[in-house]
C-alpha cells in the first residue's frame, strides 16, 4: 500500500466513524450539508466519500455540517 493510500483510506475510515457514531446515513448527510448551503446528491457523496480523495474541504462541510469538532486520529 502506497503511503497516498493510506492516507486516503485513513481520511475515509475517519469520516465514515463519525457518520456511524452519530447513526447517520448518506442521505442524512446530505441534507445536513443542504442545511449549510452544500448541496450534493446521496449517491455522489457516497461515491466522494468512498472513493477517499476528497478534499480537506469537503472534510471540514461534512464535519460542519454533522457538528463535528473533535477527531481522533488514532
Given at each position: 500500500?502506497t ?25 442524512d ?26 478534499s ?7 464535519a460542519?455540517?454533522?457538528q ?7
Amino acid at each position: 500500500m502506497t503511503d497516498e493510500i493510506h492516507w486516503q483510506k485513513l481520511a475515509t475510515n475517519i469520516l465514515k466513524a463519525e457518520l456511524a457514531r452519530r447513526g447517520l446515513t448518506y442521505d442524512d448527510l446530505r441534507l445536513a450539508l443542504e442545511k449549510i448551503g452544500i448541496n450534493k446528491t446521496a449517491t455522489n457523496i457516497n461515491v466522494t466519500i468512498n472513493r477517499g480523495t476528497f478534499s480537506f474541504v469537503f472534510f471540514l462541510q461534512c464535519a460542519e455540517a454533522i457538528q463535528l469538532d473533535k477527531i481522533q486520529l488514532k
